[in-house]
């Protein structure tokens, strides 16, 4: 079946480094991929997608590529700051016979920005 | 004010009382979801509904009954719970489930403990 797995964390980086959280899936055909984010006491907000192979998603600094040669859709963010510290989630979505687009979500990845 | 509100923010009750949680939406979506956030667990989808018609019960316990009286309103009621269905509670809408690509919108949750 259609699954999302996510690298585990917590992920704790220094304000203004490189980021990079992986995500890796398993479906059929051509998947819609996204990153949900969630802060502390929130619920979670879509931050990105793509909906079709080698399409880049970005926002908000982040970026994140949908490669399905090695199935993948890491998110990237070249600086972090403290305000990015939240779960990351990854999932993906796919029309097929008998679902209707149900989101199919990663574990989520927690990181922590330190100043 | 928020695209989807959920009430109450935080709920404490014993596994013998009956409480409700209610969510509203100003999106003009047609899609509203329930899921279950736990610790240490993946989100899990519960129920969902199209244009007031449920299309998935995901084998959640009869303790927990949903209710959608139009698009813009759903609810969650609760009855003889048990200390491990304690989580956060998200409520989400969509345009509509055969919209595949289009996102989901989280409410801020419900806390909930049950004693």
């Known amino acids: 079946g259609n699954s999302v797995t996510q690298m585990e964390g917590p992920v704790t980086l220094s304000e203004e480094a490189f980021l990079t959280i992986n995500c890796t899936y398993t479906a059929t055909g051509y998947p819609s991929l996204f990153w949900y984010v969630q802060y502390p006491g929130e619920g979670l907000q879509l931050l990105l997608k793509?909906?079709?192979?080698?399409d880049k998603g970005s926002n908000k600094g982040f970026e994140a590529t949908y490669r399905k040669e090695t199935t993948s859709f890491h998110l990237e963010k070249g600086s972090v700051q403290v305000s990015d510290s939240a779960v990351y989630f990854c999932a993906l979505t796919h029309l097929f016979s008998g679902n209707t687009g149900k989101l199919i979500f990663g574990q989520g990845t927690t990181l922590q920005v330190k100043p | 004010e928020t695209g989807v509100t959920q009430t109450p923010r935080h709920l404490v009750m014993g596994m013998t009382n009956k409480k409700s949680l209610k969510c509203e939406q100003h999106?003009?979506?047609?899609?509203m979801y329930w899921y279950k956030q736990s610790a240490k667990k993946p989100l899990e989808l519960m129920f969902v509904?199209?244009?007031?018609?449920?299309?998935e019960n995901n084998s959640v316990p009869s303790r927990f009954s949903p209710e959608c009286p139009n698009s813009s309103h759903l609810f969650l009621h609760l009855h003889t719970l048990q200390p491990e269905d304690s989580a956060l509670y998200l409520c989400a809408s969509s345009q509509d489930i055969r919209a595949y690509n289009s996102p989901l919108h989280f409410g801020n949750g419900t806390r909930l403990t049950v004693t």
């Open positions: 793509a909906t079709k192979a080698d």
């Open positions: 999106l003009g979506h047609n899609a």
């Open positions: 509904y199209n244009f007031k018609e449920q299309t």
